[in-house]
């Protein structure tokens, strides 16, 4: 790439690690057997997976049985989801989430409302935060799964999983968490948290596309979710994406190893960006929570000024962020997360989620704070509502 | 990201807006008219990229034109002159349309012409109805 790329968007995706890549790298070409095949090739092949799953449930604190390896982080989501509300639907049909989920969560909540399931939304703060006391209030007796995410994918806020979970589990009902944002970010351990069942996507922590981990603990009733070969215990069917799996194990033990330093690194450059821009540019907000929210996720809200616009003219300047404007979301609407955090549509337009990572530096962050001044400046003197504002205040 | 006529005219002689912050698009339209031709525009905008685009081009289009041709600017019109939009962006151009119609309205209502009832008075909604598919 010749031009400059400044990359902070890692909530999206990150690249691979040249040292993952390497560890795959034998099985897309030498050891290409198939897991099922009993033959040596085969059996190499189907090694490398158990050592993977060994490794990712040393990660989590969890038993090798209990990791099943999926297509993505969305299909780990959606079997959790599905496959516990299907298995368990002769005791209720009931469900609870929250307003702030991904859509792959949501979306699998609206299937099963298609199917005769009857699913709560529990409400967040204005830091996006959910109530544990709104969850204990949620539970019936035909309540069968929490499902509430970890940490936010927008604005970043790490629920109180731990105190959410207990509150389920006294009340027998199984509880999921989508931790796609915080894998890689924080020290999970399943037994601490006395989750039941965890989604993870190894893109999100350096790893491969196209391979993600549902951990499901023991004993937890839920139905098979992709039917076909004995694979996966006979729970998940398809030919194992050995190199992917690989890779993933190999991108999490090298997260799990450098959590400290790297919780440290995305800190201090979210800390300094957000001081910068709380320091330099006026009519701005931080979304989420000042101190419980993902070390490397900054979330701004500029008003007077449209989302996609900003981030066309930073890709202009090299800068690859995003945003929950509607232009971005896919529909007219802005981000379901920011309106359930209690903007107005037209702050929420105006957002902008820079997410840091491992490559990011102290001139990125300063160089990030100079173009935002200027295309704010700029943004605004071409917005009719900031001129509105200028001329008549707040009122306007 | 380089739009021509971003701004405003000072001693505009009509000034159109359109849109509503809900959807996340306003268009601002000032039109500089004399003898009947627009002389000058210039535009805000509060929106995507295709908003900005759509009220770019449409202020080239009607530059030099009668306020009778200007209104026969179509949104077809300025999705062409911009080599077409994605459908999901569509609504842009409309708004557009809607802010030239919306700035001659002006115009004719200070010089005690007929305004045709039928342009859209400010929120058309469009963007609400026009889901994309």
Redesign the interface.
Known sequence: MDRKIIYVDHAATTYLKPEVFEQMKPYFTEYFGNPSSIYYLGRESKKAIENARTTIAECLGAQPSEIYFTGSGTEADNWAIKGVAYANRKKGKHLITSAIEHHAVLHAFDFLKKEGFEVTYLPVDENGFVKPEDLAAAIRPDTTLVSIMFANNEIGTIQPIKELAAIAKEKGVIFHTDAVQAMGNIDVKVNELNVDLLSMSAHKFYGPKGVGALYIRKGVRIDSFVHGGAQERNRRAGTENVAGIVGMAAALKLAYENLDEYNRHLRRLSDRLINGVMERIPYVRLNGDREKRLPGNVNFSFR???G??LL??LD?KGIQASSG???TS???D?SHVLLAIGLP??IA?GSLRITFGEKNTEEDVDYIIDCLAEIVDRLR???????DFVKNGEKA | ?H?RN???IEDADGVG?VGN????????MYLKIENDVIVDAK??????????ATSSIATELIKGKTIDEALKVTNKAVVEALDGLPP??L?CSVLAEEAIAAAIADYKRRHGLDVDDNQCPGCCKK??T???E
């Not at chain 1, 003197?381 to 001129?387: G, H, T, V, W």
């Not at chain 2, 912050?21 to 601002?28: L, R, S, Y």
């Open positions: 007077f000024i449209e996609e616009s066309l003219m202009m404007s509607a232009c896919g529909s007219l802005p549509h037209e337009h003197q071409m917005s009719p509502l900031y001129e | 990201m739009p971003v701004g405003e807006q912050p809900k959807c996340g698009d306003i268009m601002k535009f805000k905008t509060f929106g995507c990229g295709a908003a900005v999901a962006k609504h963007c609400e026009d889901e994309e």
